[in-house]
């Protein structure tokens, strides 16, 4: 089995930040791509940020500027560090990973369980 265990949610105000974690773990052969997805209330699952293996970055322009998304690979761990955090930042977020189990042919994605981000004006 695996696991995505995420952490760092919170309730913040407006120009403050978070860090979130998400941590893999179980039968893990290889972590490819990791990623940050989002959710708000009565709106689509939207990509965030996302990191390949050797550490190259994309962002959602609302994210550019103000998130960094990192990665340890020897703890097969994704971090986003969030600032100048806004109200239209509030949402789930999610963590997602591409990764292949001990035995598997071929990578799958994985989903974390999800952590409440709270931007307050």
């Known amino acids: 089995q695996v696991q995505l265990v995420e952490s760092g949610g919170g309730l913040v105000q407006a120009g403050g930040s978070l860090r979130l974690s998400c941590a893999a773990s179980?039968?893990?052969?290889?972590?490819?791509?990791m990623a940050w997805y989002r959710q708000a209330p009565e709106k689509q699952r939207e990509l965030v940020a996302s990191?390949?293996?050797?550490?190259?970055?994309t962002y959602a322009d609302s994210a550019k500027g103000r998130f960094t998304i990192s990665r340890d690979n020897a703890k097969n761990t994704v971090y986003l560090q969030m600032n100048s955090l806004k109200p239209e930042d509030t949402a789930v977020y999610y963590c997602n990973a591409n990764l292949r189990r001990v035995g598997d042919g071929r990578a799958s994605d994985y989903w974390g369980q999800g952590t409440q981000v709270t931007v307050s004006s």
């Open positions: 179980g039968n893990i052969m290889l972590v490819y791509n």
């Open positions: 990191i390949t293996r050797s550490g190259t970055t």
